[in-house]
């Protein structure tokens, strides 16, 4: 069977099971994920032993110790993975939601509601986690889930998803609202984000190259999840007391994620004070520095090893222990330089002075600007969210961490008494 | 130069512009419209005079007599657009918006607001009108706009185009926000759909080929907008007197646009009664009918006209005097004849029982579901939105008729003192 064909099915079968969803009740839909969480525990053992097989290979093929660490599932790891479910048992549900409501000089009463997207597909990469916990989101919302993960997480996957359709089978849910593509064949992916029609929506949440991958190829609407090239920017007007743990905690409280800074700006009438502070922190704490020539002078003025930034400089998401250091004239010229260089993730400004904060926020064009706090809060549980899909680093439809919000589209209920367009 | 970068250096002007309509007050962005229409009243002979090229080109190469209407303006149409115009600015300000707002236990406050997207791309055909219409919905709402219109049509949209960036050479807008694209060369299509990171937005406007062609070509974030098969469903619980002219409205109303129907459904319990009403009804009003088994004999026995609906016409947008009638067993059934062959746009239910017509909303999957009124009213300006780019017959962003809300995203505003991620 073709890939192409593999992917319908499955989708057409998602799209019908999606009813015994959309036709549930949130506390219907909240046993099932309470089932699903239950099972998870009760067949920790199954699921560790499967994770081994996959652990196996990774081994054998002298996997990256990083990657391995990812693979793997422990008991506790397991355990993690059940209590997310039932944390997102308790959100609030997000369906038929009234969002708008009027009634129309005709009579006519509009409301607009929240209701499913149908079927999402997810793709990503080794942790055996996301197959959890995506689809118990995707569920919560409404949503079949079909999920492609890496073929080196095939045996964990797969036991993880049997797992929950048997958990279903004992709910009114269908179990078919979960499935597992294929991962064996690479055009299985190929086949997935081009079921335009069959599958309403596809995120991609992994590497930046999974990523790239699936928003040039894909028919299917997605939601580009990642990148973040984030700036703190110190202003004039900066407390430098909390300037200073701002930097030293955007750039290395997780200097892998998306959310963690990867410049530093500084206003050139607080660079005396602040930039020698800030430089010898940043070297203390470990971090390589690029900077321009004027953060060059100060940095070789107490002795603190830097390279002069290029341009690739500026523009890379490092990920790890290395940061940009440069000097701006104004607000606007720090805004004219994350305009050229950022990736409209996250962008920070210290300042006390209001006016500037505001004139820093129009100028911004980001999913989250943060005054006087760290890089780090975009993030869908730090915001209160209590469960996040991945962080949406496109404009369109959701902007920043998504929940189950996100996850739901709208539709327009219209009721009337027998009015007909004049 | 070639298309790519003359749509790229046309991308990067407007994103600059923008920032002026970023940083405006809603005040200043209406001004701005109102300086647009103003202007266009007066330039109207100099538009009516680069219309007559247009309609000269049109007329030696024979165009169709109906694109030719569409291309031609005349003093009443300019006078139209203007108007249009001067609707549009006394329009709710739609940026600025404080759509959700919060304390975090660390005193973060979070504020999620509308912004603008920044650049938006409109990729349309014939209609000059468009250019304005689409202009003056972007700029309202904060963007600047990339117009990308018919060759056909490119005298007319140069001179609207100029009247418009001279309007607001007046203002504190500056009139870069506003960009034609070079239409002579198709390839600057082809330049706008791939901008990605340049553009945030195209939204195509036009021929369902024109929508495909947008969808399946373009990197940059696209709102599909169109096809409408549309559903009647007469239920068993219909009030008659209120079915029959939903369905006539419903069909013949006008016929050519997408939230027409073009189908009926009949529950079979009513279908005696309903369907020689409905057949005389739509055959009277020169509807010609495509009618399943059962249909067909009702059809025969009242001497009505009719041909065997084929797998074929139930999928049709028909957009003339053409419509499909069925007889289904049930809610469900009429439910899954939708699913099978709907567009996801409209689908009306006409019955007085509330139970069937929540289960008719729960299994519908589309724009708009209409109870006891007419397709007819899936549209921005009779839903009260006051104007419209388009409708949205995606999931993603926005669903239904398109105003300036749906031409904004949102970024999070997190204001501190101090915090850092522990």
Redesign the interface.
Known sequence: MSAEKIVADLASTA?IAA?TL??ATGAERKSALLAIAQSIETRSAEILSANEKDMEAARAEKMHPQMQDRLLLTEERVKAIASGARLVAELPDPLGIILRE?T?PNG?E?KQVS?P??VIGMVYEARPNVTVDAAVILLMSGNSALLRGSSSAQHSNAILVQVMRDALATTKISPDVIQLVPSEDRATTKALLTA?GKV??VIPRGSAALIRMV??ES?V?T?ETGAGVCHVYVDEFA?I??AL??L??SKT?RPSVCNAAETLLVHKSIAPTFLPMALKALSDAGVIIHADATAQKVAEKFSIASTAATQENWATEYGVLEMNVGVVDSVDAAADHI?KFGTNHTEAIVTENKEV?S?F??????????????T???DGE???FGAEIGISN????A??PMGLEAMT?????????????I
């Open positions: 799209r009813r959309s036709t009027s129309l006519l509009l209701v997207f149908g335009r309403d929506l928003v040039d028919t609407p939601i407390d007391e909390k743990p701002i030293i905690n409280h305009a904060a004139r926020i129009a100028l911004s064009d980001c999913a989250a600007v943060m005054v006087n706090t760290s780090r809060f975009t730090q915001m209160g496109q404009k369109l439809h902007r920043g589209t709208t539709t327009w209920i219209v009721t009337g008494s027998g009015q007909i367009r």
